[in-house]
């Protein structure tokens, strides 16, 4: 069975600093990647994936991570973080099942930006 | 299009009752899931559907009844509520039932909060 791991749950930061959240995962087949965030008092938003290809993805508010496969990893980092960044980020894994895909979730890491 | 919908947004039982939690999607998508999340412990797969009228288990399937009559449709029913089922419920829908590499769509959540 896969798992993910986070190994930070919460991560502070002052504005305009750079921030690195930490995702490892295990799973014996192929995987696809997702990080989520959720905004307070909201449902989770996809905030990129990588699927295949290049290893580092990007998203359009400026975060990108990058598919490590031998440290089975998928960090995700901003070079600098705004404080409408404050909001919970969750790393999660998909695998074929064949019937269906799953995701499993890591435990999320809470990222406070503060002036 | 609206997305996914859940209704209610909050809920307060007793211990013993029963209820529907509602889910509902406009895109067409296939396949479709119910996750509870818990401080600490990211989110969890209840139980998921690949089409109307097949349903299967996830990882914490137990106190929980779901059924699919419908593309659009995914309730979620709580047979006899217990205190350990309080949490926020998060409904998801997915475009291709064995795409493991596509997004899946977050509803808003329901807080439930059993007494």
């Known amino acids: 069975a896969q798992s993910v791991t986070q190994l930070d749950s919460q991560v502070p930061v002052f504005e305009e600093a750079p921030v690195e959240l930490r995702c490892n995962y295990s799973?014996?087949?192929?995987?696809?990647l997702f990080w989520y965030v959720q905004y307070p008092n909201q449902g989770l938003q996809l905030l990129l994936k990588?699927?295949?290809?290049?290893?580092l993805v990007e998203s359009i508010n400026g975060f990108e991570a990058e598919f490590n496969k031998s440290q089975t990893s998928f960090h995700l980092r901003k070079p600098s973080v705004h404080i409408s960044d404050t909001a919970e980020y969750f790393c999660a894994v998909s695998v074929n099942t064949g019937t269906a895909s799953k995701l499993t979730f890591g435990t999320g890491t809470r990222l406070q930006v503060t002036l | 299009n609206a997305g996914v919908t859940q209704t209610p947004k909050f809920q307060v039982l007793k211990t013993g009752q029963s209820m529907t939690l509602q889910c509902a999607q406009d895109?067409?998508?296939?396949?479709m899931s119910w996750y509870r999340q818990d401080p600490g412990m990211g989110l969890r797969l209840i139980h998921y559907?690949?089409?109307?009228?097949?349903?299967d288990q996830g990882e914490v399937p137990n106190g929980y009844n779901v059924s699919r009559s419908t593309t659009e449709d995914f309730p979620l029913r709580l047979l006899s509520a217990a205190p350990s089922q309080t949490s926020v419920y998060f409904c998801?829908?997915?475009?291709?039932?064995?795409?493991?590499?596509?997004?899946?769509?977050f509803g808003p959540g329901t807080r439930l909060t059993v007494t």
């Open positions: 799973s014996s087949v192929s995987v696809y």
């Open positions: 559907s690949v089409g109307a009228g097949i349903t």
């Open positions: 990588y699927l295949s290809g290049s290893t």
């Open positions: 895109m067409n998508h296939e396949y």
């Open positions: 998801a829908s997915k475009g291709t039932s064995g795409g493991y590499g596509y997004e899946q769509y």
